[in-house]
């Protein structure tokens, strides 16, 4: 049981570059959440999703994009990177109470 | 008003002191509060759920109060592994789809 797992754990784009951050979870988990967590901002969500094939705008959406085709996959998508997306991403998925987090993406657009 | 507000502190405390945090929420329908820690270059992992009679977990006791709309967090005994920020959670159903709202953290540093 691996829980939350992020691919990569660490990526430098170029601005304009594109790219996709992987999620999976393994407990059969209906919510999904991606979350960006800047110093002295705290954890902002950017979007999430209540179950398979469906998605929805959390705080900060813009200039990424989301899918869930599949329950245990959660993916993120920068088209065009900014440097102001320098960010670490978390994942989490949740069921009830407790929300689990994957160990993070750190991504840096110079 | 933020949803969920935290002093970001931080609190620099000597082993074996007992700190406490507080944290307010805006939102009086809330239904679940929770603690989650987070460690440097971590991510956050829930710590405790806060009910409403207050619950103990060895050093840690939270503690809710709804008509104030205040959540607490004391340490007893601190030890050096307790470094680490502690984020305010509030969970509200039926609003935001669910969503926990985390509050900004407190970051506490306990020094030999």
């Known amino acids: 049981n691996a829980g939350v797992t992020q691919t990569p754990k660490f990526r430098v784009l170029k601005t304009g570059q594109s790219m996709t951050l992987l999620c999976a979870q393994d407990?059969?988990?209906?919510?999904m959440y991606w979350y960006r967590q800047d110093p002295g901002m705290g954890l902002r969500l950017i979007h999430y999703s209540v179950g398979e094939g469906t998605t929805a705008k959390g705080e900060v959406p813009d200039g990424y994009n989301v899918s869930r085709l599949k329950k245990q996959n959660f993916l993120l998508g920068l088209e065009s990177a900014a440097p102001s997306q320098t960010s670490v991403y978390f994942c989490a998925s949740r069921q009830d109470h407790e929300q689990y987090f994957g160990p993070g993406t750190r991504l840096t657009v110079t | 008003r933020k949803e969920v507000e935290q002093d970001p502190g931080p609190f620099n405390v000597p082993e074996g002191a007992t700190v406490a945090f507080n944290c307010t929420y805006s939102?009086?329908?809330?239904?679940?509060f929770f603690w989650y820690r987070q460690d440097c270059r971590k991510e956050p992992k829930l710590l405790m759920s806060?009910?409403?009679s207050g619950n103990e977990d060895g050093r840690f006791t939270a503690q809710l109060n709804r008509a104030s709309q205040y959540i607490s967090l004391l340490i007893r005994d601190s030890k050096l592994s307790d470094s680490a920020t502690y984020l305010c959670v509030v969970l509200n159903y039926g609003g935001s789809q669910g969503n926990l709202i985390f509050g900004k953290g407190t970051k506490l540093s306990v020094k030999p």
């Open positions: 939102n009086s329908a809330s239904q679940s």
């Open positions: 806060v009910y409403s």
């Open positions: 407990m059969n988990h209906e919510y």
